[in-house]
């Protein structure tokens, strides 16, 4: 039973919000898909589930990692690059609205919201098109929380967290969040704020883990979001919203990282210091207009506009790729990078149910997209990475089709019509000074989807998918780094799209108090990416990539109070070295994550008192490279929720044995003394809300 609660959840978070027996929707499947009935592994993480995560730990890689174990474990750092699902970057939404940056990825789309504003995360894993450019490895769709039933309706939450050694003023991470909510007759509202202010963390021996003042780090941070939604419903078949978020997560920059010794096992740790720059922050606007008409002339109408800007800014570093001694002396020179990208966009579906006697359900539309962006010098002004613009337009039918009435086809074609248009440039000094030709190049790709959902008898579905993804390469590291004179934008074969093939068939029982569910899945990209690190620097491999793996999940309820899960995870990558096309080589920690079993335990003792308590294990690993040999570890958490008469309280500590480890990026991802990070030691987080 090497299984997983999170690779297949839904069920369970459906029965915890919804009236039993109604099926759970996935939004971002654009076709009103019900997750038990999808062709590949759907997992859709409640608000319970989120709650219970963020009580162990307000970082949001942290609560994806902790319930899917095919997603790679945190870095907790702000700059995510690494963090894959099943192996390959996926696209990230807000209430359908995509966070990644296709010119321009930084890392850092996992850090845009605050978790304590989500409703629901959906994720369909695997490589699809059905959101559009991006979801090579899958697609991660978090939703905003809704309106509750009453008129006025508030919430405040506030909790502190500690280290169990060392604690002190500067260890300590406070966060408080409050929301005021209703509907009326035809008006529904939401506001929410919320505020977290993070200290120094500590290891699990009590020394300082290390600052990542260049790449941005969670610890020793301030950030804030503000969460507005207003619907509208001029009558029960239609509904107007309007959506902003505004997310913003900045270094308070007391201090500098000291490095470590990776041959004596010596992480990387932190002493008091100012660093040089502004300090590193993400800033994110999300705005979103939507209108949904349930019966218009008996079909579905949903159509929706978006506006999302995205300002990174990463910390003051005097590397190598900074210099240029017309400015300063080599060596001497510091300066930091900023990431910029606006987009604009809409989708439109239409899903017209019951034709052919019932058996067809047919939902057609088209997606449009504009993404410019850059990324300059902040210290000096120089171009980093050119004012590129990309535009799309796509058009895409989704349909699903009652073969028997036990056998459904599920298939779909998406045309994407796209172009990137690049500015003329020169590269910096550490790149020659390279004059660029600017140009323009153009994306057509055709996608399609095919698969069965077959149920043999009442309990039990076969499901088998075959489903393309398109993405694009980092562009903005291929333009940075051009150091050869006469290139120009058109003839460069790197910035060819990335194209991925994925397969999978799997099974889902749901017996009695039983449920079961296992998959085995495989992603091939013949002109595929692998992230490298040169020098410390990130560069971008254009290869044959392969990954394949499972992953299943079991989870069984004792009775009304108990349920028990295990979670596992498997996870291969390989690629094409040598460009003979044959995979002689394995993927390192920086594209694939480790394989993983997750086991949770969760308790409702009476009726004022639950708890939760998750077990996991990242198994050792090799890599083609004896340096990044991976040693594997074992973290335990635990919490406790009790209700009072007003409100509740909760308890919950994290890496409760104190484990003292070295993260897996720092193992197998990047072999550098100043980022070999030790991993968070034990904390101790108490918190309290109340509804009123």
């Known amino acids: 039973m090497l299984l997983a609660m999170a690779a297949q959840a839904q069920a369970d978070t459906g029965a915890a919000e919804m009236p039993a027996g109604e099926a759970v929707i996935i939004s971002a499947s654009r076709a009103n898909l019900e997750a038990e009935k999808a062709p590949q592994t759907v997992v859709v993480i409640g608000k319970d589930e989120i709650e219970q995560q963020l009580t162990l730990s307000t970082n949001s890689s942290d609560v994806l990692s902790n319930i899917l174990p095919s997603y790679t474990p945190s870095r907790g750092k702000m700059n995510g690059s690494g963090e894959t699902l099943r192996g390959r970057t996926p696209l990230i939404l807000i209430d359908g609205v995509p966070q990644s940056n296709p010119v321009r990825p930084t890392g850092r789309e996992a850090h845009t919201i605050d978790y304590a ?21 899958g697609t991660i769709n978090i939703v905003t929380r809704r309106p509750e039933k009453g008129t006025v309706n508030q919430h405040i939450d506030v909790q502190v967290t500690a280290p169990t050694s060392g604690i002190e003023g500067e260890t300590l991470n406070y966060k408080t969040t409050y929301r005021v909510d209703g509907r009326l007759d035809k008006l529904d509202y939401l506001f929410s704020a919320g505020y977290e202010d993070q200290g120094l963390y500590l290891d699990g021996k009590g020394r300082s883990i290390g600052v990542d003042v260049t790449q941005g780090d969670l610890m020793d941070s301030r950030s804030y979001d503000i969460l507005a939604k207003l619907g509208y419903r001029p009558d029960s078949q239609q509904k107007l919203q309007f959506s902003l978020n505004r997310y913003r997560i900045k270094s308070k920059a007391s201090y500098v990282g000291v490095a470590g010794n990776r041959a004596l096992g010596i992480p990387s740790t932190s002493r008091e210091g100012t660093p040089p720059g502004t300090p590193a922050w993400n800033d994110a606007w999300t705005a979103s207009a939507s209108y949904n008409h349930y019966d218009l002339a008996g079909m579905e109408l949903s159509a929706m506009v978006y506006h999302q800007q995205f300002v990174g800014l990463f910390g003051a570093d005097n590397s190598a790729t900074f210099q240029d001694v017309r400015i300063a002396p080599r060596g001497t020179l510091y300066d930091q990078s900023r990431a910029v990208a606006f987009k604009y966009g809409s989708k439109v579906g239409l899903t017209k149910a019951g034709l052919l006697d019932g058996r067809l359900k047919l939902t057609a539309g088209f997606d449009t997209l504009i993404d410019e962006g850059k990324q300059d010098m902040y210290g000096t002004g120089r171009t980093f990475v050119p004012e590129s613009k990309y535009r799309n337009l796509s058009l895409f039918v989704q349909g699903e089709y009652k073969l028997l009435d036990s056998l459904t086809l599920h298939a779909g074609l998406r045309r994407e019509n796209a172009d990137l248009k690049v500015d003329t440039y020169r590269t910096l000094a550490a790149y020659n000074n390279t004059l660029v030709e600017g140009g323009k190049i153009k994306f057509n790709e055709t996608l399609s989807n095919i698969g069965l959902v077959f149920n043999p008898v009442h309990d039990v579905t076969l499901y088998a998918s075959y489903s393309e993804g398109f993405g694009l390469p980092d562009i903005g590291r291929t333009l940075r780094s051009i150091n050869t004179p006469g290139q120009s934008i058109a003839k ?201």
């Not at 504003?117 to 490895?137: C, D, W, Y």
């Not at 990539?545 to 009775?559: C, I, K």
């Not at 594209?591 to 086991?599: E, H, L, T």
């Not at 003394?673 to 101790?684: I, K, N, Q, S, W």
Request: glycine share 8%.
């Open 117 to 137: 504003m989500v409703e629901r995360i959906e994720i369909i894993q695997g490589p699809n098109a059905i959101n559009g450019l991006g979801a090579t490895g």
């Open 492 to 692: 460069l074969r790197s910035l060819e799209p990335i194209l991925t093939d994925g397969v999978e068939v799997g099974t889902r029982v749901r017996k009695g108090d039983w449920e079961l569910d296992a998959a085995y899945y495989r992603s091939d990209s013949d002109f595929g990416t692998r992230i490298v690190s040169v020098n410390g620097v990130f560069a971008m491999a254009r290869e044959k990539t392969r990954l394949e793996g499972y992953d299943a999940s079991a989870s069984y309820r004792f009775n009304k109070a108990h349920r028990a899960s295990l979670a596992y995870a498997y996870t291969k990558g390989r690629y094409d070295s040598n460009a003979d096309g044959s995979l002689d080589a394995r993927l390192d920690g920086l594209n694939v994550a480790p394989n993983r079993v997750i086991a949770t335990w969760n308790a409702s003792w009476n009726d004022m008192l639950s708890s939760l308590l998750q077990v996991q294990h990242a198994f050792h690993q090799r890599f083609d490279d004896p340096a990044k040999e991976f040693s594997g570890y074992t973290l335990a958490d635990a919490s406790l929720n009790y209700k009072l008469d007003k409100g509740a309280v909760r308890l919950g500590v994290a890496n409760l044995f104190d484990r003292s480890y070295i993260t897996y990026y720092s193992q197998s991802a990047l072999v550098e003394p100043a980022r070999y990070f030790a991993g968070r030691g034990r904390t101790v987080t108490l918190g309290y809300a109340l509804d009123f």
